[in-house]
Each structure stands twice: as C-alpha cells, then as structure tokens.
C-alpha cells in the first residue's frame, strides 16, 4: 500500500464542498516536506493542481484549496462542477526512504 | 510554450527492455529535474525516479534500482528512460515530468509500453 493514504473515493452534488484527505507519517509530511495534489480527468496526463501545500498554479481556480497540519494534508474544492470529477493524488517526500511518495489516489464523482 | 513530448507506444516481450525519450521545450533544460512516473492500468502514480539535468545525479525508486536508468542529453534537451528485464508488471503508461520533490509541473503526453509473450 502507498506510503500517503487517501480515501479511494469521495462525492458530492454540484454546488457542494468536499475534501480529500492525505494522512501520511512523521517522516514525510510531519517531517515539514511540502505536499503537493495532482488532478488526473480520464485519458489525460495528470495535471499539477496545489504545489507547496497552499499555493496554485496559475490557471487554476479558487475552487481549490490546500492545507496541512502535522502528518496530514487536504484538498478542499468548494462549488463543485461536473468538469471537476477526476482522480487526485497527493504526493510529498519521504525522508526514512528518501524517495517522492503519493497518495494511492482518490475518485471525486459528482453526483 | 513549455512542453514535454514523449516518445511512442512499445509492445515488448518479457525479458526485453525499453528505452522512453522525452523531449523538452519552450524552456531552459538544464534548470530543471526530470522526474518519471509510471501508471499500470486502472491503477495510481507509482514514482519511478529523477534526475537532475545538470549534475547528472540520480535517485530510484528502490524496486526498480538495478533495472532502470535515466539519463539526459543537453545537446538535444532530452531525457530518455531505460527499463530492462521487463515483466508484465511493468505494463503501464509511463510519464516524463520537469521538477521533483517540490511538484511536478510540467507533465509528457504518457507512453504506453505493453509487456507481452
């Protein structure tokens, strides 16, 4: 199993916020190793969504938020749209195994 | 604008190895590492490794290490990506990015290598 653990799945209806949690260890994100999301819509590449823990690319909307707090992170996406059902990953440093970890990944339907 | 494109799909028999290029553009290549990630069917991000393009200095992920090598080429701003011994577990799709640990930002179309008898 992956060394950062996500929910296999979450949902919500249009409009709605949902959250998807990233709980990881004190050796990656407890160690104060920066996490970043990725967003993967199907049959495309994955696409970098939240980098540094809070910040957003350029191009991508408010919508989407991240936090962190101790061996935890999250992403936040409020007024959920259709266009946002996709798989996320997070992904950060492991410094025990000194290698990049992701989460195992988490399917957003909206209903 | 910045982009990566990859190399195309490979069928091959197990046993054989693959070599994978990613082309760079739109942007300097040597400021940037070249991570490669790969995504076996209906499954999640597996980190495969990095380099970085101007030291030349790398990092497996520990299965793999003994198998695969990345490598650049400056003079052609391309990263290539050997695996070798390759099973069916290593059917996938498997992408090139420009960063690291500190996110990868830029991500290749994918290349899907198949392993079959």
């Known amino acids: 199993q992956s060394v950062l653990t996500q929910p296999p799945s979450v949902s919500g209806a249009p409009g709605q916020r949902v959250a998807i949690s990233c709980t990881g260890s004190s050796s990656n994100i407890g160690a104060n190793f920066d996490v970043n999301w990725y967003q993967q819509l199907p049959g495309t590449a994955p696409k970098l969504l939240i980098y540094g823990n809070t910040n957003r690319p350029s191009g991508v909307p408010d919508r989407f938020s991240g936090s962190k707090s101790g061996t935890s992170a999250s992403l936040a996406i409020t007024g959920l749209q259709a266009e946002d059902e996709a798989d996320y990953y997070c992904?950060?440093?492991?410094?025990?195994?000194?290698?990049?970890?992701f989460g195992g990944g988490t399917k957003l339907t909206v209903l | 604008q910045v982009q990566l494109v990859q190399s195309g799909a490979e069928v091959q028999k197990p046993g054989a190895s693959v070599k994978v290029s990613c082309k760079a553009s739109g942007y300097t290549f040597s400021n940037y590492g070249i991570t490669w990630v790969r995504q076996a069917p209906g499954q999640g991000l597996e980190w495969m490794g990095w380099?970085?393009?101007?030291?030349?200095?790398?990092n497996y992920a520990q299965k793999l290490r003994g198998r695969v090598t990345l490598s650049t080429d400056s003079s052609t701003n391309t990263a290539h990506m050997e695996l070798r011994g390759l099973t069916s577990d290593d059917t996938a799709v498997y992408y090139c990015?420009?960063?690291?640990?500190?996110?990868?930002?830029?991500w290749g179309q994918g290349t899907t290598v198949i392993v079959t008898s």
């Open positions: 990015t420009r960063g690291g640990m500190g996110g990868m930002d830029v």
């Open positions: 992904q950060s440093y492991d410094s025990t195994l000194s290698v990049v970890v």
């Open positions: 380099i970085s393009v101007l030291s030349g200095n790398t």
